[in-house]
């Protein structure tokens, strides 16, 4: 847990458990975790320490459990996406998935505690995109409705997944076949993405 305190058992809120868990969700991600420089607004991630200091109290390895946990349901997702959207052979996307698991790069992001941003926003972006592709095969509301939600969850656990909402009109455009329709169905997200915005300005004084 070296280099991970100030995230973890060393946070005054984090410390406080559950019961702290509210006081994440007003402040920015930087300044509640004591570090000055920087800025950013992801409560989710914050919280999700809080309640392993609830179930682990100080001990790391139960942090670093829930890291690795939270890595593999990413890649399952990440392989139910991949199948759900046969753009490519079932075999094929076993083996992306895999070395996805395997690569170096994901290393921090596993051992590290600190770095389970990245891991929580892509795997809520991930099954949000899942979903939005349901919605269009279902034609159920519902699905497009939950997908936001988890697009949400995404932009509060870690600001970058502003970056991949192109995904959504790529995808919307490959099953519609209508570069307009794809682009119109998509729109919703820009929802979650003002909202997220805002809360960012409040909480951080500036939108980047």
Same mark, same amino acid.
């Not at 890291?67 to 094929?92: A, E, M, R």
């Not at 919605?135 to 600001?159: M, V």
């Given at each position: ?112 505690? !600190?770095?389970?941003?990245? $891991?929580? @926003?892509? %795997?809520? +972006?991930? =099954?949000?995109?899942?979903? &939005? ?44 076949? !209508?570069?307009?329709?794809? $682009?119109? @169905?998509? %729109?919703? +997200?820009? =929802?979650?993405?003002?909202? &997220? ?12």
């Amino acid at each position: 847990m070296l280099g991970d305190e100030k995230m973890t058992i060393d946070h005054p809120s984090t410390s406080q458990g559950i019961d702290g868990i509210k006081k994440h969700f007003a402040n920015s991600y930087w300044r509640t975790h004591g570090i000055f420089y920087g800025q950013g607004y992801r409560p989710i991630t914050s919280a999700s320490f809080s309640l392993d200091y609830t179930f682990w109290n100080q001990s790391p390895y139960g942090y670093h459990l829930t890291n690795v946990l939270l890595f593999g349901i990413l890649c399952l997702v990440l392989f139910l996406l991949l199948t759900k959207l046969q753009w490519l052979h079932p075999n094929l996307n076993l083996l992306l998935v895999l070395l996805f698991a395997a690569h170096p790069i994901n290393s921090e992001t596993v051992a590290h505690i !600190s770095y389970r941003p990245e $891991i929580l @926003s892509f %795997l809520f +972006f991930a =099954i949000a995109l899942w979903l &939005f592709d349901q919605y269009f095969d279902r034609k159920r509301w519902y699905y497009l409705i939950i997908s936001l939600i988890f697009a949400s969850l995404s932009f509060i656990s870690k600001e970058t997944t502003a970056a991949m909402l192109p995904m959504f009109p790529m995808l919307a455009w490959r099953r519609t076949e !209508s570069l307009k329709t794809g $682009i119109t @169905s998509s %729109l919703w +997200f820009i =929802i979650p993405a003002i909202f &997220f915005g805002l809360l960012h300005f409040n909480y951080t004084g500036w939108f980047g």
